[in-house]
C-alpha cells in the first residue's frame, strides 16, 4: 500500500541561520574553556543556549530536535572541562542549561495538552497531574528552589515525550534525525569513551575526586567504569543502550564502525541493569518485525557480533569485562547486588507507608527516633510512591501503563523497523526501573521520548491508511 505524505510544517528553506546560531555557541564555548573563563563561560552558556534552542524551537524544529539531545550529550563534559579550566563548581549550575532548552517543549504542552484526550493524551495528562501533586507537596515540605530544581528532573522527560507525540505528522522527519543524531552520538561518545578508560584525562580524574562517586572506579587507567562526555556511567549507558538499538535500523558506512566502538564502550560501563534491559530491547525488536526484516536483523548481529567480539577479548578489555560479567552467577556474593537489596528494603516501607509522599525535591525522612535522615531509593516504581504519595504515584504510574498498554497493542512494528526499535527501547527502559529511576532527568528523556515517538508512528500511519482509504473510495465513486 502506498501512503502519500501529509503536509508538513518542516518542509522548510537550508536551516543556514540555525547552524550560524549553533555555530555561535560553539566559538564561544571554545574560546571561554581555553581562556578559562569561567565566570563569563557559566551563565552566558546557559542563557545563550536558551536562546538558540528557543530559536530553533520556533524556526527549525528538527534542528531544535538534534540540539536538545546533543546538549543532554556533551553539556557534562563541557562542564568538566571549564572546571578544570578554572575552579569546580559545587553548585552543577549548568546543568540547568539542558533542562531549560528541554523545556521550550512546555510551550507545545500548554497549548496542546487540554485537547489531547481526543487525541490519545490522555496518559499524558495523567501524568502531568502526578507530577503537580508532587511539586505541590514539595512546595509545602522542602524550600519552593528546591521543589522547583526537582520539578526538572520529572517534568522535562515527560514534556519532550508529549512534544514528539503530539507532533505525529513530523514523524518521517522524527524517523531521519534521530537516526542521524544517534550514529553520531554512538561514535563520538563510544570513541570518547573507550579514550577515558584508557588514559583517564585530567579532567575526568578531577570530576570523580570532586563528586567522591566511589562507585564508578578509581581515577586512574583502566581502573574506572566509563560514562564518556555525560555525567555518570548510569545515563550513559542508558544512552549506550537505546543508541544500539537504533544502529541495528541503520544503513550507512558509518553504523559498525560506531556498533564496534559503541558496544565496547558500553560494556566498560558495567551498568548490568541496561546490559539486561538492551538484551530484552533486542528480543521485543525481533519478535516485532516479519520474517525478512527479521532475517536481516539476524544478520545485522551476526556482523556485528563478529566486528564486536575481538575487541572484548583482548587486553585490556577482557579481564574488566569478564570480571563483570562473571557476577550474573554469583549475585548473593556481588557487593552492588547487596547494597542495592539493602536500600530497596529501606525504601519499601518508607515508600508504601507515606501515603501524602514526601513531594517533589525533598529527600529526607522523619526516622524512629524523630530525626531527619537522607534517604536513597534506587527504584523506580518505589521512588514514585516515595515522592508523589498514593494520590500522585497512582495517576503518575497509571498514565505510564496506558501509555505501555498502546504500544503494546501498535500492530505496525511488523513493517516499519524504526518503531519497532522506538518500542524496544521504551520496553527496555521499563524493564530498570525496578532498579533505579530512570524516569527522571537524563534518563527520562529516553523513557518518555521513546514512548512518544512510538505514539507518534501509530497515529502517522493510521492517518495514511485513513487518507488512503479516502482515496480509494472516491476513486471508486468516479
Not at 524544529?61 to 550529550?73: C, H, I, L, S
Not at 566498560?268 to 532475517?295: E, I, N
Not at 507507608?353 to 518505589?382: A, C, H, R, Y
Not at 518500542?423 to 532527568?441: K, N
Request: proline share 5%; with cysteine.
Amino acid at each position: 500500500m502506498t501512503y502519500n505524505n501529509p503536509p508538513s510544517s518542516l518542509q522548510q528553506a537550508p536551516p543556514l541561520l540555525g547552524w550560524l546560531a549553533i555555530l555561535g555557541l560553539v566559538a564561544f564555548t571554545a574560546i571561554c574553556i581555553t581562556g578559562g573563563l569561567a565566570s563569563i563561560f557559566r551563565p552566558a552558556y546557559v542563557v545563550i543556549s536558551f536562546l538558540v534552542g528557543i530559536f530553533l524551537y520556533a524556526r527549525y524544529p528538527m534542528m531544535y530536535m538534534g540540539f536538545v539531545w546533543w546538549m543532554w550529550f556533551i553539556t557534562p563534559f563541557l562542564s568538566r572541562l571549564i572546571d578544570y579550566r578554572s575552579a569546580f563548581d559545587e553548585s552543577r549550575f549548568i546543568f540547568i542549561s539542558q533542562y531549560l532548552v528541554t523545556l521550550i517543549t512546555l510551550h507545545t504542552s500548554f497549548k496542546n495538552l487540554p485537547k489531547s484526550y481526543v487525541q490519545g493524551g490522555l496518559p499524558f495528562m495523567l501524568t502531568f497531574l502526578g507530577v503537580f501533586y508532587g511539586f505541590l507537596i514539595g512546595l509545602i515540605k522542602t524550600s519552593p528552589f528546591t521543589a522547583a530544581r526537582g520539578l526538572l528532573d520529572w517534568l522535562t522527560p515527560i514534556s519532550f515525550g508529549f512534544y514528539l507525540f503530539i507532533k505525529w505528522r513530523e514523524y518521517p522527519q522524527y524517523q531521519k534525525n534521530i537516526q542521524r543524531v544517534f550514529l553520531w552520538g554512538v561514535l563520538i561518545t563510544g570513541v570518547y569513551a573507550i579514550i577515558q578508560y584508557l588514559v583517564a584525562p585530567e579532567w575526568d580524574k578531577m570530576w570523580l575526586i570532586k563528586t567522591k562517586l566511589i562507585s564508578m572506579g578509581q581515577p586512574a587507567p583502566l581502573k574506572l567504569r566509563v560514562w564518556s562526555t555525560m555525567a555518570s556511567s548510569g545515563p550513559f549507558a542508558v544512552m549506550m543502550m537505546a543508541g544500539l538499538l537504533l544502529l541495528f535500523e541503520g544503513k550507512g558506512p558509518l553504523s559498525f564502525p560506531a556498533a564496534a566502538v559503541g558496544y565496547l564502550s558500553f560494556l566498560l560501563t558495567m551498568v548490568r541493569t541496561m546490559w539486561g534491559s538492551w538484551l530484552v530491547g533486542l528480543v521485543a525488536l525481533l519478535a516485532s518485525l516479519k520474517l525478512k526484516l527479521q532475517m536481516r536483523l539476524v544478520l545485522t548481529i551476526i556482523i556485528m557480533i563478529i566486528c564486536v567480539l575481538p575487541l572484548t577479548t583482548m587486553e585490556p578489555f577482557s579481564k574488566t569485562i569478564n570480571d563483570r560479567l562473571e557476577t550474573f552467577t554469583n549475585l548473593e556474593n556481588d557487593n552492588s547486588a547487596i547494597v542495592r537489596q539493602q536500600i530497596y528494603e529501606q525504601g519499601l516501607q518508607s515508600a508504601l507507608t507515606n501515603g501524602l509522599g514526601n513531594g517533589i525535591g525533598n529527600t529526607f525522612i522523619v526516622n524512629k527516633k524523630g530525626i531527619l535522615e537522607p534517604i536513597v531509593i534506587d527504584s523506580g516504581i518505589l521512588d514514585s510512591f516515595f515522592t508523589l504519595g498514593w494520590f500522585g504515584a497512582v495517576m503518575y504510574l497509571g498514565g505510564m501503563i496506558l501509555l505501555i498498554f498502546k504500544v503494546l497493542q501498535c500492530p505496525e512494528f511488523r513493517f516499519d523497523s524504526f518503531m519497532a526499535a522506538c518500542r524496544a527501547i521504551a520496553l527496555g527502559c521499563i524493564l530498570a526501573m525496578p532498579g533505579f529511576s530512570i524516569m527522571l532527568g537524563f534518563s527520562g528523556m529516553f523513557l518518555w521520548g521513546f514512548l512518544g515517538l512510538t505514539l507518534a508512528g501509530h497515529k502517522y500511519h493510521q492517518h495514511q491508511r485513513a487518507n488512503a482509504l479516502n482515496q480509494r473510495s472516491y476513486t471508486n465513486s468516479v
